[in-house]
T-cell receptor, first 114, second 111 residues
């Protein structure tokens, strides 16, 4: 148990549909990250939150992607008008509040766009 | 383009053999972490190295951070089938928190 719960675990959607993923930290961590991982690659940074503030977004994050962390606890990642290239594993990760850089990952959401 | 280059990309060995995975970069990192990932799961942290030249041992796993803090290696002694997985290195640049990952090394240990 990494202290991070992600839902759903798997999502199959048709191209053009919108999808939303959720990340629920079980304990308090002020830094929350979203990463995307495609087959044969390591995770790539998408965005991160410090409490409820979204402090950085990658150039990978197109206008179709939006993330929120409304109360500084859970976070959502929405993809609008999905494309086949969006198919990937979407990972949520937490870092502790004490300045450490160790990241604790959720089990991820596997998105397949057909 | 990933900041960290891992080699080899794939490694298949017999149970009982030793293996080494390398993680190289031209950039300096304030810390470097190694993760292990199984199919369909998120990465799980194995170790963090912070000091140049640091060596950490975790049972049969030995991790080394280069003197210049640009590279690292993971050595597994007497590998077991349970060591099978994707090994990822991740670096944290100075004055930052977010991790930059290598592409990973897929290790298969045959019984």
């Amino acid at each position: 148990d990494t202290g991070v719960s992600q839902n759903p675990r798997h999502k199959i959607t048709k191209r053009g549909q919108n999808v939303t993923f959720r990340c629920d930290p079980i304990s308090e961590h002020n830094r929350l990250y979203w990463y995307r991982q495609t087959l044969g690659q390591g995770p790539e940074f998408l965005t991160y939150f410090q409490n409820e503030a979204q402090l950085e977004k990658s150039r990978l994050l197109s206008d179709r992607f939006s993330a929120e962390r409304p109360k500084g606890s859970f976070s959502t990642l929405e993809i609008q008008r999905t494309e086949q290239g969006d198919s990937a594993m979407y990972l949520c990760a937490l870092q502790t509040s004490q300045g450490g850089t160790e990241a604790f990952f959720g089990q991820g959401t596997r998105l397949t766009v057909v | 383009t990933q900041l960290l280059e891992q080699s080899p990309q794939f490694l298949s060995i017999q149970e009982g053999e030793n293996l080494t995975v390398y993680c190289n970069s031209s950039s300096v990192f304030s810390s470097l972490q190694w993760y292990r990932q199984e199919p369909g799961e998120g990465p799980v942290l194995l170790v963090t190295v912070v000091t140049g030249g640091e060596v950490k041992k975790l049972k049969r796993l030995t991790f080394q951070f280069g003197d210049a803090r640009k590279d690292s290696s993971l050595h597994i002694t007497a590998a077991q089938p349970g060591d099978t997985g994707l090994y990822l290195c991740a670096g944290v640049p100075p004055y930052d928190y977010k991790l930059s990952f290598g592409a990973g090394t897929t290790v298969t240990v045959r019984a």
